[in-house]
């Protein structure tokens, strides 16, 4: 009796693993597959879904224009939770049993790096829409992975960017205050201090602090001591609010700036007022390719009272990811994947968060959006490319 | 009287030539740190004041926060580690009574003709008042709920009691429906003026501009924190020096069995001196919060600590001690933050802890014949 069950069960597993394997062999021919590594459930499932909506745009948009040299796309989504496990089994069960050879994903870095270790073997194309750890694109040997690509900046790129804004409206002298113990504030203020020494400008203070800080009137004396024309912040919106308020009470008169760790409605505007911080997109962005994202989405997106969506970071990044990945296989002319991750390194797209090209660790080089916080208001003011 | 008795011990004799090694590395120390001192300030006399001056304001909200740990201690010898977070609770009370009900403003709204200054002045002391009060509830209940049925434990007993509370009430505030877990931006209840003091003399520091170069600025929080604190301090020192229950309070302190044979009302002062304690800690948590303006769960920790260290430094049970302690300490913090390193600070105040509890572990104002109970 045990033994009959337990062939009909050994039947039924051979069965499941040879019939989705037979299912593939059968409809690869008129369709391209693009597979979608999405948080749709786990600690982030509005990202996931934002993710989701950005991604079918991008499909929808070139199945319309009747898709790439007469094939339709077809996306295929998977949920991988924004957690190493549940994404290594998504992405392998997207390669293997879908016949999937393009993924685009994840969102989170802790499940992208993974990710791009199994896909690198099996020359699978990989676009992660928003992981922003350098470990996603560049192996442990510091070698970048030949099929692994991103479509945002990393973190200290920001750096770059607003040393170059800094220097552009004709500052100077900058002070850089960082909390020591982060590793995203310290990567953004290296850079900062690299870029804004290269372009002329000169370093007059440089001052650490622990996270748990909350009397920064030591550190705020000396900036306003140094005269510095900018104070680089570059941490998140809890140390800007605090700093910012008793920055006024200290006669500090820099500018403040920083990344977009300052991007949350929490931000005190009050504190925070005349500053300026960059950030990936700001759906305030005037560039034409902006706004027609903006009605596209709002028309293809409504939010619970039936108004349109606004897009946010995410859904841009995920919209931009897909099209980069299809804009390469369209390029590539073929589906192999080591032409398109070939036509994808040496790709110049004009996509919603900027034109894009990608440097030698296949990030992208593009515009960040520039805001500034202003009489209550946060107000996108320019796009800066480096 | 303890300490000629002790004098004649020879093993007593021993510790005494080890405390004065320690005297002896406690003046190299200063004598250092007094060096630094004096260069730091020939560097840059302006500064050097500046940074006095911000020490001057950390210093005095410790001094409101030691002086509850201090007062307790004196009594029922307990290092009450759930005052902290009265602190806290104090500051979120004031932080509903400005955001919500405005209370910093109500007296200009009843009478605008008032002088702003007057009216904002009275509104502020509403909002302090407020948070005093929940404070001297909250700190009620917990003695009546969690120490007063320790009374006769051992003192171990009651401390982990202590950090229960103490934790009890960081998760509760925690919780979504009561303070949330998110930094919150709190509303200062007064506008901010700076006053530049300068050869050219004092004047109002228009708002975006730079002060003129060897100046200080002195801004209206900083005068406002010393005043608050300074006016409190002469209260408690009236309360406890002048008054009937100032007297209750100290004879308890001295000998409780005693006291309640001489018919006071032991757990009543007990209950009383929690309370006290915990009005200033909400005061306190309404300048720590006007000074830098950020609400957070677990804000009480860290001041809380700072100011435990003050009160050991001045002797804990000693209110002048803790006063001057709290000053200390403030101005330990700022200035090895300005002229050592800013993530020095906190080293260096908990260092001080250590060395305290080394050479003088009964602190500046300690009194080592109290050591009895």
């Known amino acids: 009796m045990f033994k009959r069950m337990f062939v009909v069960l050994s039947l039924l597993i051979v069965a499941s693993m040879i019939l989705p394997a037979c299912a593939t062999g059968g409809t690869g021919g008129g369709t391209i597959k693009v597979g979608l590594l999405a948080p749709l459930s786990g600690q982030v499932p509005t990202f996931g879904q934002s993710t989701k909506e950005g991604a079918e745009l991008a499909v929808k948009e070139w199945n319309a224009?009747?898709?790439?040299?007469?094939?339709?796309?077809?996306?295929?989504?998977?949920?991988?939770?924004?957690?190493?496990?549940?994404?290594?089994?998504?992405?392998?069960?997207?390669?293997?049993?879908?016949?999937?050879?393009?993924?685009?994903?994840?969102?989170?870095?802790?499940?992208?790096?993974?990710?791009?270790?199994?896909?690198?073997?099996k020359g699978v194309v990989q676009i992660s829409p928003t992981s922003t750890n350098p470990s996603v694109t560049v192996d442990t040997n510091g070698a970048t992975r030949p099929y692994t690509f991103r479509a945002c900046f990393i973190d200290p790129f920001q750096g770059l960017v607003m040393a170059k804004f800094a220097t552009d409206k004709g500052y100077k002298t900058a002070f850089i205050m960082f909390d020591q113990g982060n590793d995203y504030?310290?990567?953004?203020?290296?850079?900062?201090?690299?870029?804004?020494?290269?372009?002329?400008?000169?370093?007059?203070?440089?001052?650490?602090?622990?996270?748990?800080?909350?009397?920064?009137?030591?550190?705020?004396?000396?900036v306003a001591e140094s005269n510095a024309e900018v104070l680089w912040l570059p941490d998140y919106y809890n140390i800007v609010n605090l700093v910012g308020a008793q920055a006024k009470d200290k006669g500090v008169t820099a500018v403040m700036m920083g990344g977009d760790g300052w991007d949350s409605s929490d931000l005190d505007v009050k504190a925070a007022d005349g500053g300026f911080y960059s950030n990936h997109y700001d759906p305030g962005d005037t560039r034409p390719i902006v706004q027609q994202w903006l009605k596209t989405y709002g028309e293809a997106y409504k939010d619970a009272q039936g108004n349109p969506k606004v897009p946010d970071a995410l859904a841009t990044l995920a919209y931009d990811a897909t099209n980069l990945m299809l804009a390469a296989i369209d390029k590539a002319g073929t589906e192999d994947t080591a032409k398109v991750a070939e036509a994808m390194a040496a790709i110049k797209w004009d996509a919603v968060s900027g034109t894009i090209t990608f440097d030698a660790q296949h990030n992208p080089i593009k515009a960040a959006a520039v805001i500034s916080v202003s009489g209550g208001k946060k107000t996108f003011i320019d796009s800066v490319a480096p | 009287m303890n300490a000629s008795v002790a004098q004649k011990n020879p093993l007593v004799e021993a510790v005494i030539r080890r405390g004065l090694l320690g005297k002896g590395f406690?003046?190299?120390?200063?004598?250092?740190?007094?060096w630094k001192l004096a260069s730091s300030f020939m560097a840059g006399p302006t500064v050097f004041t500046q940074q006095v001056v911000n020490g001057l304001q950390l210093g005095f909200v410790y001094a409101l926060i030691a002086l509850g740990y201090t007062m307790v201690y004196g009594i029922v010898r307990l290092i009450n580690f759930a005052h902290g977070d009265v602190f806290m609770v104090g500051a979120f009370a004031s932080y509903f009574a400005i955001a919500r009900w405005d209370l910093n403003l109500w007296l200009s709204k009843v009478f605008p003709t008032l002088p702003f200054w007057l009216s904002n002045a009275i509104g502020v002391i509403t909002v302090i008042l407020v948070s005093m009060v929940t404070c001297a509830l909250l700190a009620f209940i917990i003695e009546r709920v969690a120490y007063k049925p320790l009374r006769n434990a051992p003192r171990i007993s009651a401390l982990i009691t202590a950090i229960g509370v103490s934790f009890f009430l960081e998760y509760f505030g925690a919780l979504p429906f009561v303070f949330t877990s998110n930094f919150i931006t709190y509303e200062r209840p007064i506008n901010v003026i700076n006053w530049v003091i300068s050869s050219q003399g004092v004047y109002v520091l228009p708002a975006g501009e730079a002060p003129p170069p060897t100046s200080i600025i002195f801004s209206n929080i900083s005068l406002y924190i010393i005043i608050v604190s300074?006016?409190?301090?002469?209260?408690?020192?009236?309360?406890?020096?002048?008054?009937?229950?100032?007297?209750?309070?100290?004879?308890t302190a001295y000998d409780k069995p005693t006291a309640r044979l001489m018919g006071i009302n032991v757990d009543g002062i007990i209950s009383v001196t929690f309370a006290v304690g915990a009005s200033l800690a909400g005061a306190a948590g309404v300048l720590y919060a006007t000074a830098f303006p950020q609400l957070y769960f677990v804000m009480g920790i860290i001041p809380g600590l700072k100011a435990f260290v003050a009160a050991v430094l001045g002797g804990i049970g000693s209110i002048p001690g803790a006063l001057v302690g709290s000053l200390i300490i403030g101005e330990a913090e700022v200035l090895s933050a300005a002229y050592i390193s800013t993530p020095m600070r906190d080293a260096v105040a908990f260092s001080i802890l250590v060395l305290v509890l080394l050479v003088r572990p009964t602190g500046l104002f300690g009194e080592p014949s109290r050591e009895k109970a």
């Open chain 1, 185 to 222: 504030v310290r990567g953004l203020a290296e850079a900062f201090e690299k870029s804004f020494v290269e372009l002329g400008g000169t370093i007059v203070g440089k001052e650490s602090y622990t996270t748990t800080d909350t009397d920064f009137s030591a550190i705020l004396t000396k």
């Open chain 1, 65 to 121: 224009k009747g898709g790439i040299r007469g094939k339709k796309i077809d996306l295929i989504v998977a949920d991988s939770q924004c957690s190493p496990d549940p994404a290594v089994n998504a992405a392998n069960k997207l390669i293997d049993q879908d016949g999937v050879k393009f993924i685009v994903g994840e969102v989170c870095s802790s499940a992208s790096i993974p990710v791009a270790e199994i896909v690198n073997p």
């Open chain 2, 26 to 34: 406690l003046v190299a120390l200063a004598i250092l740190a007094l």
């Open chain 2, 230 to 251: 300074l006016v409190l301090l002469f209260f408690l020192n009236y309360l406890v020096q002048n008054t009937r229950i100032g007297k209750a309070m100290r004879a």
